[in-house]
């Protein structure tokens, strides 16, 4: 009785000194995630590299398993940046992460990775002449949960936005330089299908007051 009461205690102690090797086996996963890749038509997660950056740059990367999760091991606590690197066609969201590991492993930095597309466009007129580009001026992107992008039209009127998720809800809102206006100002574009070119605008002079707003401090008489 007394051989297995000591075998057991014995045991008892074997799975308690155990304890603390399994738990710093994952602690020692100083950042971890997930990807999940509907890019892929398989669902294919495995094989992306993820990038671990700090302020002086790219300090590790690694590879998904086949499962879409990473790792990075034995990191100092601190402030990080998670970046994957995607290939053409498809795109992280977010694009990177940023943790903070000061108080202790951070595991659920993960991401989606999806079908991107691009929009494109020009903006021509006022205060140029009609079809003419017309440059620096600012076009806004924006989603059903606000403003995405901004960028400014180059010398020819031209503007880009690249590597939007394949999606329907975006609007492209062009701000007219003063004295100018646009008589449509926005556009509804939808991405799931391609991207979307020729989201042009028309820019045209805006005139401040009217006919009658010249002519009020006159009296007129018989």
């Known amino acids: 009785m007394k051989r297995i009461a000591l075998a057991s205690l014995a045991l008892g102690v074997g799975l308690v000194a155990a304890l603390p090797g399994i738990a710093s086996a994952r602690s020692d996963d100083s950042v971890a995630g997930t990807l999940v890749n509907t890019c892929d038509p398989m669902g294919n997660a495995g094989g992306i590299w993820v990038e671990l950056w700090d302020d002086s740059g790219r300090i590790d990367s690694v590879a998904t398993d086949a499962e879409g999760d990473y790792a990075f091991v034995d990191r100092a606590p601190g402030n990080y940046v998670v970046k994957p690197y995607i290939g053409a066609g498809c795109g992280a969201f977010p694009g990177t992460r940023a943790v903070d590991t000061t108080d202790g492993p951070v595991y659920d930095v993960d991401f989606r990775v999806t079908t991107v597309h691009d929009i494109t466009g020009t903006v021509t007129g006022c205060p ?3 079809g003419v580009g017309t440059s620096g001026v600012t076009v806004n992107v924006s989603d059903d949960n606000g403003l995405l992008a901004t960028t400014e039209t180059n010398e020819f009127g031209f503007y880009f936005f690249q590597w939007l998720e394949a999606k329907t809800d975006y609007t492209v ?7 100018c206006g646009a008589d449509d100002p926005t556009r509804s574009i939808d991405l799931d299908l391609g991207n979307a070119n ?14 009658q707003s010249v002519f009020s401090g006159f009296a007129f008489g018989s």
């Open 173 to 179: 809102e062009v701000v007219p330089p003063a004295g």
């Open 128 to 130: 140029e002449g009609a």
């Open 198 to 211: 020729l989201v042009d605008f028309q820019l045209v002079p805006q005139y401040a007051g009217s006919f």
